[in-house]
């Protein structure tokens, strides 16, 4: 495996069929193979993918759903093969 992220195969795509925007955590394992923990573990550190939270009040740390967008994560995988592609000769 090369860098950060390397993009998997897409063999679930029941998730890309239908009209929804965003993923919960347990769908981009499924999808894309980051595990729930890296996900959680990156969140805490302040790097990863990007994502929302919904419902979380405010000022509180804790509380909400996490969320990440499909679209986002997709042009992150894209972005981040192009930077491997053009550092490799």
């Given at each position: 495996?090369?860098?950060?992220?390397?993009?998997?195969?897409?063999?679930?795509?029941?998730?890309?069929?239908?009209?929804?925007?965003?993923?919960?955590?347990?769908?981009?394992?499924?999808?894309?193979g980051?595990?729930?923990?890296?996900?959680?573990?990156?969140?805490?550190?302040?790097?990863?993918?990007?994502?929302v939270?919904?419902?979380r009040?405010?000022?509180?740390?804790?509380?909400?759903?996490?969320?990440?967008?499909?679209?986002?994560?997709?042009?992150?995988?894209?972005?981040?093969?192009?930077?491997?592609?053009?550092?490799?000769?």
């Open positions: 495996m090369s860098g950060f992220w390397s993009l998997q195969p897409v063999t679930k795509i029941k998730y890309m069929n239908t009209n929804r925007k965003y993923l919960r955590p347990k769908e981009v394992e499924e999808i894309y980051i595990k729930e923990g890296t996900l959680a573990k990156q969140r805490s550190q302040g790097f990863g993918l990007p994502y939270l919904i419902g009040k405010p000022k509180k740390r804790k509380g909400g759903i996490v969320l990440y967008d499909i679209d986002v994560i997709e042009d992150v995988f894209k972005s981040k093969n192009k930077i491997e592609a053009t550092n490799e000769k």
